[in-house]
């Protein structure tokens, strides 16, 4: 099988804990489902999501989670490293990145073996005209390496189809293609 990359969209929300803010990161909307959790000396344990993966935060620490669980943790030194950039980033300064003028979401139907199907994606805030670029990610679901995008159709101002495929042997359930538009 060839090596594909697909580009991952992901939203992670992160939160430092400083050895005694557990009840005020547990408080957050949205926030993160747990449980097992004891707190003593600034080392905060619990399991995310309940009765699964064990974390163990140590002061400084940051915690990133999405879609109500707990992804990964980070030292201080490793989320400014990963998440953050300074002067020692010029690679990623260098980058000249179009600005995103307008995006939109829309749920892929459950796609069995081969099965296809063509997504109109409303964009958010409508465009100016239908001269503009639209591109198109896989975002959440089950099987999202299975799911191909075949093709990106700008319809008008604030319409854009999506051709997707299921390439694999899994049923694609829950899935979403995220489109953003530039001019």
Known sequence: MAANPINVVSTLVAVQYDGTN??????????????NDTEVGGVWSFQSP????????????????????VMLKNSNSEFELQYT??????????????????????PVPTLLLSGTANIDVTLQPAMADDTYNAYAHKFAGIALGDLQINSVTVVDEDTVTVAV??????????????????A
């Open 22 to 35: 557990s009840g005020d990161i547990t408080a957050l909307d949205p926030g993160f489902s747990f449980n």
């Open 50 to 69: 309940p009765d699964a993966t064990s974390f163990t935060i140590n002061t400084g620490d940051w915690i990133l989670y999405a879609q109500n669980q």
């Open 85 to 106: 950039c300074n002067a020692l980033c010029p690679d990623v300064e260098a980058l000249a990145v179009p600005k995103v003028q307008a995006m939109g979401v829309a």
């Open 165 to 182: 495929e299921n390439t694999g042997l899994l049923t694609i359930a829950g899935a979403s293609v995220l489109v953003h538009a530039v």
